[in-house]
């Protein structure tokens, strides 16, 4: 007998030129945008002009904040939020990778709570924002489609779900834009996708729809695997890895995330490890603590490889990085993550204090 509940509300376009051909749609979003972006990518690769094209086309006005940092932090949400407030912004279009597409979510929220402050955010009741157009510009977080936002609290020294669902009302999706990220950005937020569809499909809520769009989306990251790692990187592969991206990003609204991404944080809040990275160079670890691996070795086939150890192969060549980590910090966040309910609960199987401890090992040993 199944139970289970599907919901991912957001109108999703895929094209290229789909900004402006879509104009029309942001007339009835409001009259005038807050645009939320990092601080120079939006502007290099076209996105931040087609969005003021189209604005301007239909006659809504436009303020830009371009002062999103990679794993923004609350007070960025705050100086943001009441920039929006003071020049009454109607909605907000975020532009960006994950970081301004989180950002966006939290500011259209923040502007419409005038009471709280971002760090009232996180603790209170379910809360209504702004309506939000999400506009990736890297294919990693699949941000557009889920409703986290992911915020750094420096006063804890982590990384946060802000806790709220702002799923956008309208994701539109451009490859073109994704065509001038870096090899690393690309290597690493490739990486962020693979892992939102391995951890979708490996979790306790995993269900038939989970799995259907977490197959579809590994069988088009498969087609990608080669193009990674020869860093050729054509229209078609970055269509597909944005493909992959978004519809893990549908499957992980439903799902969540795992182990990995409760580990990661630690990585890139202490290590400054890029957030796809600083998952994958888990995954041996991870992908070897299941006893039962039969979900793990349908993943590699379908991922067009032989078996477990061949993906592990290619993370690893994926992901070539060095994290030096002490003894006393894997202490520590061995620790923290035994409390982190939330992300254990997600995994099918127990997991003791000395398993999670051997998986930041393998950290060490990658030295040799
Ligand atoms: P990011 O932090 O948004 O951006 C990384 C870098 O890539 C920045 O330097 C950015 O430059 C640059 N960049 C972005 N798009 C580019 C393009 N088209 N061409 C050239 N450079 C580009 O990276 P991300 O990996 O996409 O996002 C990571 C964040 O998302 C983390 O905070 C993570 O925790 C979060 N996340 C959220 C979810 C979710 O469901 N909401 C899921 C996973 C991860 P600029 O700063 O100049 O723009
Ligand atoms: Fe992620």
């Not at 094209?15 to 601080?39: D, H």
């Not at 943001?80 to 909605?91: P, Q």
């Amino acid at each position: 007998m199944m139970t289970f509940s599907y919901f991912m509300p957001t109108e999703v376009m895929i094209g290229k030129g789909i900004v402006k051909q879509k104009a029309e749609l942001f007339r009835g979003l409001g009259s005038k945008a807050l645009i939320v972006t990092g601080r120079n990518s939006a502007k290099i690769n076209g996105a931040l002009n087609d969005i003021l094209e189209a604005l301007e086309s239909v006659g809504v006005e436009a303020v830009v904040f371009d002062q999103v940092e990679e794993n923004p932090s609350l007070e960025t949400i705050e100086v943001a939020a009441h920039f929006g407030r003071t020049e009454n912004v109607e909605f907000v279009i975020g532009i960006g990778g994950g970081s301004p597409l989180d950002a966006a979510k939290a500011i259209a929220v923040l502007i419409q709570n005038e009471a709280l402050t971002a760090r009232t955010l996180i603790t209170t009741e379910k809360l209504e924002g702004l309506d939000v157009v999400a506009i990736p510009t890297t294919s990693g977080t699949g941000s557009e489609t889920t409703q986290y936002a992911i915020l750094t609290d420096h006063e804890l020294h982590t990384k946060r779900n802000l806790g709220q669902r702002i799923f956008p009302k309208v994701s539109l999706l451009d490859p073109t834009y994704t065509m001038f990220m870096s090899n690393e950005t690309t290597l690493a937020t490739a990486v962020d996708a693979l892992s939102h569809l391995v951890e979708s499909y490996l979790s306790v809520k995993a269900n038939l729809v989970s799995d259907l769009l977490v197959e579809g989306g590994l069988g088009l990251w498969g087609e990608c695997i080669e193009a990674l790692q020869n860093k050729v990187f054509t229209y078609e592969v970055r269509e597909k890895l944005m493909l992959a991206s978004t519809i893990a990003g549908m499957a992980i609204a439903n799902t969540g995330t795992s182990l990995p991404h409760g580990m990661g944080y630690y990585l890139t809040y202490y290590k400054g490890v890029p957030h796809g990275y600083a998952n994958g160079v888990l995954y041996k670890g991870y992908l070897n603590l299941f006893k039962d691996q039969t979900k793990i070795e349908k993943m590699a086939k379908v991922l067009g490889l032989q078996n477990k150890e061949s993906l592990i192969q290619v993370i690893e060549g994926l992901v070539d990085i060095q994290v030096d980590v002490t003894e006393d910090e894997m202490q520590k966040w061995t620790m923290d993550m035994m409390q982190n309910e939330a992300k254990l609960a997600n995994h099918p199987e127990t997991v003791e204090y000395h398993q999670i401890e051997a998986v930041f090992r393998t950290l060490q040993r990658a030295k040799n």
